[in-house]
C-alpha cells in the first residue's frame, strides 16, 4: 500500500486543514485530537510521510519520542493528570484508523473513565483554551 497524501494528516500538514496547534519543530508537529478520549488529549505527528512504524525514517522516529516527552511533561504540568497513555497503532487490524503514523498522548485522571476515542467532536473553544494550558507549560530546554 503506497501512503495516500490526501490523508487527514497530510492536509493539517500542508495547512490545507485547520488544527489547533500545541506544539511544533523541524519534524513533528502536535495538534489538539478533535474527538478526544480525556481532556489534554494530543496527536505527535511526523512531517515525513510515512503510514506507519514499518515505514518511519529513524530521525522522524526519534523526533516523535523526544516531542512525545515534552508534550506529556508539559500536559504533566498544565492539566495534573495522575499519569498518561502513550498510543500508536499500526495498520487498520490494530485500530489505525489515519494511515499516517502519529502518536497519542492521552492523560489519564483519578476517578475519571476515558472516553470513546472517536465518539463526539470537541467544541473548538475548550481544545484551543486546554491547548493555551499545554503551550504555556512546553519546557523548550527538554
Known amino acids: ?3 495516500d497524501s490526501n490523508n487527514v494528516f497530510a492536509q493539517i500538514l500542508d495547512n490545507t486543514l485547520p488544527s489547533e496547534q500545541v506544539f511544533e519543530d523541524d519534524h513533528t ?3 489538539m485530537d478533535i474527538m478526544p478520549a480525556t481532556k489534554g488529549h494530543v496527536l505527535v505527528i511526523p512531517k515525513a510521510q510515512a503510514e506507519n512504524i514499518y ?14 516527552k515534552k508534550i506529556a511533561t508539559a500536559i ?4 495534573n493528570p495522575s499519569g498518561v497513555i502513550v498510543k500508536q497503532f499500526n495498520g487498520s487490524d490494530a485500530g489505525q484508523t489515519v494511515f499516517h503514523y502519529h502518536v497519542h498522548i492521552i492523560p489519564v485522571y483519578p476517578n475519571k473513565r ?5 465518539a463526539n467532536i470537541a467544541d473548538p473553544e ?3 483554551s486546554v491547548a493555551d494550558l499545554i503551550r504555556a507549560s512546553i519546557n523548550n530546554d527538554n
Not at 76 to 79: D, I, P, R, T
Not at 114 to 118: A, L
Open 76 to 79: 504533566k504540568e498544565a492539566l
Open 126 to 128: 475548550k481544545l484551543a
Open 29 to 31: 508537529l502536535v495538534i
Open 1 to 3: 500500500v503506497s501512503y
Open 55 to 68: 515505514d518511519m525514517d529513524n530521525k522522524y522516529l526519534s523526533a516523535v519520542g523526544s516531542t512525545t
Open 114 to 118: 476515558i472516553g470513546e476515542h472517536g
